[in-house]
């Protein structure tokens, strides 16, 4: 079965520092992963996805995935960092069972401090 | 736009009662989705549709049941509450993988 782990439930990081939030997966066959973003009282956001191609994948708001397949992860990043991005964020992993069904980690809390 | 928009937002429940949840998406998805976000445990999928009247179990269905009579809308309905119950409840809907969100209901079960 696919599965994300997110092995941190807070990171904490001064604004204009870079920043990373874990997660690794498992999944069997190719891994579609993604990353979600959530702010208080809101929905999830779309941030980026890895389906294929470059390792290096960049997606909104300044944030980029680096997809590591030998170590079967695929951490968040981002160069400096910015208050505004204090939110909960969430890896994900399509589930092989089709209806594109999405598996999500545990989330992890992002605090930017001034 | 209006995307995906979930009703009601807030809802207070008394043990044993019943209510709907509805769900509305405008972007002509196929496929839509009920999730359940407690504290630490991230999204689980309660219920799923892969089209209009059809429905498929996620990874927490019991206590719920759910209908898809037409393609823009996914109801979810909780037939007696219980206090387990008490999450936020959140509906996507997709179309070739890219998902959108509603922006949530709130339910307390007491």
């Known amino acids: 079965a696919q599965s994300v782990a997110q092995p941190e439930d807070q990171v904490n990081v001064a604004e204009g520092n870079p920043l990373t939030v874990k997660c690794t997966y498992s999944?069997?066959?190719?891994?579609?992963l993604f990353w979600y973003v959530q702010y208080p009282n809101r929905g999830l956001q779309f941030l980026l996805k890895?389906?294929?191609?470059?390792?290096l994948v960049k997606g909104s708001y300044g944030f980029e995935a680096e997809f590591n397949k030998s170590q079967t992860s695929f951490h968040l990043k981002k160069p400096s960092a910015l208050v505004s991005d204090s939110a909960l964020y969430f890896c994900?992993?399509?589930?092989?069972?089709?209806?594109?069904?999405?598996?999500f980690g545990s989330g992890t809390r992002l605090s930017i401090r001034p | 736009n209006a995307g995906v928009t979930q009703t009601p937002k807030f809802r207070v429940l008394k043990t044993g009662q019943s209510m709907t949840l509805l769900c509305a998406q405008d972007?002509?998805?196929?496929?839509m989705y009920w999730y359940r976000q407690d504290p630490g445990m991230g999204l689980r999928l309660i219920h799923y549709s892969v089209g209009e009247g059809t429905t498929a179990k996620g990874e927490v269905p019991d206590g719920y049941n759910v209908s898809r009579l037409k393609k823009q809308n996914f109801l979810l309905g909780l037939e007696s509450a219980a206090p387990s119950q008490t999450s936020v409840y959140f509906c996507?809907?997709?179309?070739?993988?890219?998902?959108?969100f509603g922006s949530g209901t709130r339910l307390t079960v007491v």
């Open positions: 996507a809907s997709s179309r070739q993988g890219g998902y959108t």
């Open positions: 994900a992993v399509r589930d092989s069972g089709g209806a594109s069904k999405i598996i």
């Open positions: 890895y389906i294929t191609g470059d390792n």
């Open positions: 999944v069997s066959g190719n891994p579609y």
């Open positions: 972007m002509n998805h196929e496929y």
